[in-house]
């Protein structure tokens, strides 16, 4: 008996003794464990990556919705505004039809008047109307550049 037999007999049992403790079992409980744990981190990233996702569209949705809301905001002003500079050049022109019959130089000094006082009437409504739909639909910093610019197209366009 040499020691190649001895050697032999030695790793029979060895082996016998790693299957009788189940050694091969608790090594396969524990990879199979450790394999459950990394496709359960994989289900979780995957369903946090779709949140992720579902919550970006969500926030692109409300930022192009209130990009929309905000040019109807300002197309409404400036249609509100086109319609007050309208109706105040209609009513200034009917004031200097009945006033043509006085005198050129009363004439001259109301027609002055009337036009700056329909000039300033339409500039505060042309400002109120716009304040007040900015005030109901935007934020403080969106209603004062929308505030700014309606202002000033109303008195370019009164100019």
């Known amino acids: 008996m040499d ?7 030695a790793l029979i049992i060895f082996i016998a003794i790693i299957v009788y403790l189940k050694v091969p079992g608790m090594v396969a409980g524990s990879l199979d464990k450790r394999a459950d744990t990394i496709r ?15 919550l970006l569209a969500e926030y692109q949705r409300k930022r192009k919705d209130a990009e929309k809301e905000a040019s ?6 400036e249609r509100e ?4 500079v309208k109706e105040a050049k209609e009513k200034t022109e009917e004031y200097v039809v009945r ?11 109301a027609e002055s008047d009337a036009v700056g006082e329909v000039r300033a ?10 304040e007040r739909i900015i005030a109901e639909k935007a934020d403080a910093a969106t209603q004062k550049t929308l505030f ?12």
């Open 72 to 77: 109807d905001i300002v197309a409404s002003a």
């Open 148 to 159: 700014d610019k309606s202002l000033t197209e109303v008195k370019q366009r009164l100019n």
């Open 3 to 9: 020691a190649t037999f001895w050697a032999l007999v």
């Open 99 to 109: 006033r043509t019959a006085m005198a050129e130089e009363k004439i001259a000094k």
């Open 81 to 84: 505004a086109q319609t007050i």
């Open 121 to 130: 009437s339409a500039v505060n409504l042309a400002v109120a109307a716009a």
């Open 40 to 54: 359960n981190e994989l289900d979780e990233a995957r369903r946090m990556r779709e949140e992720a996702q579902q």
